[in-house]
């Protein structure tokens, strides 16, 4: 039986060596590669997309494992995606499984059970950790709470210089490199970026370029 080939896709290196770790002692498994973002991901598989199935995890900067999996099972498809996350929340569960994630598991899970997992995936199961499939059965049954959400994201509106400080965060430039480009200061941005998370009611880069490019805002 041929080995099972791997790739662990994880911006944190220290977790990425910790899923590896769990893994390393199953013969029947050979990780190819571990790399920090989906761009690199889908630099590697240019070269070579002799691959079985990739572990993603979602928070990633650059390009983030939700839009990855979908470029992934486009151009492909033959390539297995389960995601690896500590991240349990409905809106995520719901956008990987929409973009084609064939499972959806949290980082806690042991190494025995993460193995059985990949085998499972690898003869087209689909690998849930218990607390994500109770969600998404909700999510099955409820449909409406999703609509609700996305009825609720409709209302946001940026202005025309909210969208461009926001186009170059998505492409991954820093304040300093925003300002140069829009002949702004770095303090401007900065109050324009505060504005922008406030009106999409986001934390952080990665859910505002996330939420934005959903809403078509971007």
Known sequence: MSKIKLAIVDDNTFLARAI???????????IKYMVFN????????????NL???LMDIEMPILDGIETVRIIKQKYPHIKVLMLTVFDNDENIFNAIQAGADGY???????????NAIVETIGGGAAMSPSIAVKTLKLLRYPERQESLSVQEEEILLSDREK????QLAEGLSYTLIAKNLFL???????????IYKKLQV???LEAVQKARRQSLI
């Open 105 to 115: 598991l949290l980082k806690e899970i042991e190494g025995p059970k993460l193995h």
């Open 164 to 167: 461009e400080v926001l186009e």
């Open 38 to 49: 989906g761009s690199e991901l889908l630099a590697k598989l240019e070269k070579s997309h």
């Open 203 to 205: 934390h952080n880069k």
């Open 185 to 195: 200061s770095p303090s401007t941005v900065r109050k324009h970026i505060e504005n």
């Open 20 to 30: 590896k770790e769990k893994l390393v002692d199953f013969e029947e498994l050979d």
């Open 52 to 54: 079985d199935l990739v």
